[in-house]
């Protein structure tokens, strides 16, 4: 407990003051949390189910992350997906898992990439085409501005 508190930067009296002085909903609420990580080190049960609520919030942030930086979830990490990697054999582990994921998650990454390059090289033909037009539009404009010009000194 002693290594615990030193870990955390609190004093054993902090420690007991703290406890005694709960008084307010959020002191109570960050008393629970501590006291949580103090009984997980002597309960297997605690410790694994703190373990488990810390992997989901990591892996729900990652899918936030992911969301974030390119617009949407891959269809394999979705809710609901009805993803399930073929493993074989008993000795199948989480690292193959991940494996499988991480493999499909990339080749839809690739799909959607090569979506974006194909959509950006029609919009940069369509740009180009658009001054290719312009720019022969403007040369008709200045043949005819030309020609007015000679009309009217002919009549001037």
Not at 50 to 66: D, F, P, R, S
Not at 84 to 109: A, H, I, Q, Y
Request: hydrophobic share 35%.
């Amino acid at each position: 407990m002693t290594s615990y508190l030193e870990d955390i930067g609190l004093t054993q009296e902090q420690f007991v003051k703290a406890c005694s002085d709960s008084t307010c909903k959020a002191s109570i609420q960050y008393h629970q949390g501590l006291f949580e990580q103090i009984w997980a080190a002597d309960d297997y049960d605690i410790f694994k189910s703190m373990m488990t609520q810390k992997n989901i919030e990591l892996e729900l942030l990652v899918l936030q992350q992911i969301q974030e930086r390119n617009g949407t979830v891959p269809d394999s990490l979705a809710p609901g997906s009805d993803f399930s990697p073929k493993l074989e054999g008993p000795d199948d582990n989480e690292e193959e898992l991940m494996k499988e994921v991480l493999r499909k998650s990339k080749e839809e990454f690739e799909a959607k990439q090569k979506e974006k390059d194909s959509a950006e090289k029609t919009t940069e033909k369509e740009i180009e085409n658009a001054i290719a037009n312009s720019m022969a539009e403007k040369e008709k404009l200045a043949n005819e501005m030309r020609m007015e010009k000679e009309l009217l000194t002919k009549v001037g």
